[in-house]
Structures are given as structure tokens and as C-alpha cells.
């Protein structure tokens, strides 16, 4: 296993493209995390999400790579008050994440205080009039997880799909 993605960057490099829109600057940003490789020569892309949502652009990102034929893995953190060592690794391959009603989720926020919401059902903080980006808010659209339907791993077995047998122990992953 190997670490490739976007945080490999040179940090000058990585800073000029934060809030870029070219091609390059995407794939690069939105590069998986790093690369699995089997001892058949196999290979998956995974990519260690520590968040309730993913960007649009990332998530887009990740569906090419899928679209031609990669098979890229997204790594979750279940994000819970409990200390690091007992929290929850777990997975999704890309085309079957699945997402929480964005309506649904905002609304349990005060109307005036809700960021909008685009054609496509993305939160789209930009759309609002009000919204100015941070250090660290670009306000790029996302869109929240459904965590219910992602699949739980356990440390004390190989990551296994459709009998395929991964062994990640050792990762970064794994701690």
C-alpha cells in the first residue's frame, strides 16, 4: 500500500490550488489517498474521508477514476465523542455511496441560517449572497453521508469484497 493523494503535494503547490477550477488542479486535489496493490498485481484506489460529507468535486473526482475503470475505495471514520482506538473504521466502494436527503438534513436549521441547496441536491454554501469562504471553508457544494450504509471493517479480519480478500493491516488505516 501506498500513499499518493492530494496531501502529498508540495505544501506551495498544494496552497495555489486550494480553491482552483482547472482540470489539473482537480485531478491533483482530488487525487485518492493512496493505492492498494495485490499480489495477483490487482490494484484499488482508496481515499480516508474524516468528515460527515464529501465535496462535489471530490466525489466527481472519484466517479472518473471509477468511470475507467479503477476501483476506488472511500475509508470513513465513524465520527463519535468515544477515543480514537474504539471509534469504527468504515467503507464504500465509490458508485454505491449513498447520501442523506440534503433538504432533510438543513432542515433541522434555522430557515435564515440555512445554506442553499442546488439542482442536483448538493448544499451549495457559494449560492448564498452572505457566504464568505475561510481558511478553512471554501464553501465548495457537499453533500452529507448516509453512514447507515457504509460497511463496517474489522481490525481482526482482512477487508474482504465480493470474496476478495484485501489485507490492510499494518496501514495507516489500521491504527
Partial sequence: MERYGGESIA????ARIRRSNDPGAQLLRHSPDGVLCRTDERVVLWDAKAAKAIERDAYESYLKYHAIGHRVVLFFK???SVPLANQQLLWQD???LQFIDSYARLSRYDPARRWPIDEDGWVAPRQNPDFRPTEDYS??????????KLVIWSRQQPFTVNGERWA???SPLSE
Fill in 11 to 14: 505544501p506551495v503547490v498544494s
Fill in 78 to 80: 465513524r465520527l463519535k
Fill in 94 to 96: 465509490i458508485q454505491e
Fill in 139 to 148: 464553501g465548495t457544494p457537499f453533500r452529507y453521508i448516509d453512514f447507515s
Fill in 168 to 170: 490492510l493491516l499494518g
